[in-house]
């Protein structure tokens, strides 16, 4: 009896894409593999991992910086939403709770001392 025709018979199987870092190599092709492979660990920050895992760190210093990073995002929030800011409804459905409504004055506070500096600069 005959097997059945199989049309993919002469091609090799594609492997499956696995995730992670691995990175397979086509055609002899190893510089172009290690090039895929460092933009994977590149955009997957695994340097500054590591290099922030070579020495012990106290939990003290480890606060220290997740506080002063969120200070960063928030103040580059802040920037970015100097122009949106008063776009934006203030209804009371949109500020329900106390924090947003802080953070709305806070930034509204900051957009005050921002445009007072940029007056005072101009002035000078």
Excluded at 2 to 27: A, D, I, M
Excluded at 95 to 107: A, F, G, N, Q
Aim: glycine share 4%; proline share 4%; net charge positive.
């Amino acid at each position: 009896m005959k097997p059945p025709f199989n049309r993919n018979q002469n091609q090799p199987q594609q492997k499956q894409f696995t995730g992670g870092t691995s990175v397979y190599v086509k055609h002899d092709d190893v510089n172009g593999a290690l090039r895929r492979l460092k933009k994977i660990l590149e955009a997957d920050n695994r340097q500054k991992d590591l290099s922030r895992h070579e020495v012990y760190e106290k939990p003290s210093i480890t606060r220290k910086r997740a506080k002063d990073q969120a200070k960063k995002r928030s103040k580059k929030e802040a920037q970015s939403d100097i122009f949106h800011l008063g776009t934006k409804p203030v209804g009371s459905k949109w500020m329900k709770s106390k924090r947003k409504r802080r953070r709305v004055l806070d930034k509204r506070t900051l957009l005050d001392n921002e445009l007072k500096k940029i007056s005072k600069s101009k002035k000078h």
